[in-house]
């Protein structure tokens, strides 16, 4: 199992920058799978980058060349490097990591922090 704390979230205008972390209770090195998903007001969850096996990035379309997902193992936390944000940008950002244990896979989330892009 792991824990997930997100932060860093606010409100910034758009065109701006802001970088999420998410601290893991537990050695990042051994996740499968860790990354960010994304909600907006009436929209489903998505996707926004994922690192995979340890250096396998993925990234959604809409995000690509703005947004950098980044790790440090000394800290078990990763973080989003968002640039040229836009409206659209609007959620709540939700850390994930996924766990192959006792011969199952498990899903945990954390809490999630808002990112607002406004004038």
């Known amino acids: 199992q792991v824990q997930l704390v997100e932060s860093g979230g606010a409100l910034v205008q758009p065109g701006g920058s802001l970088r999420l972390s998410c601290a893991a209770s537990?050695?990042?090195?051994?996740?499968?799978?860790i990354g960010w998903y994304r909600q907006a007001p009436g929209k489903e969850r998505e996707l926004v980058a994922t690192?995979?096996?340890?250096?396998?990035?993925n990234y959604a379309d809409s995000v690509k060349g703005r947004f950098t997902i980044s790790r440090d193992n000394a800290k078990n936390t990763i973080y989003l490097q968002m640039n040229s944000l836009k409206p659209e940008d609007t959620a709540v950002y939700y850390c994930?990591?996924?766990?192959?244990?006792?011969?199952?896979?498990?899903?945990?989330w954390g809490q999630g922090t808002q990112v607002t892009v406004s004038s």
């Open positions: 994930n990591a996924r766990l192959y244990e006792n011969y199952k896979w498990g899903d945990y």
């Open positions: 690192i995979i096996s340890r250096s396998i990035t």
């Open positions: 537990r050695d990042i090195f051994s996740i499968n799978a």
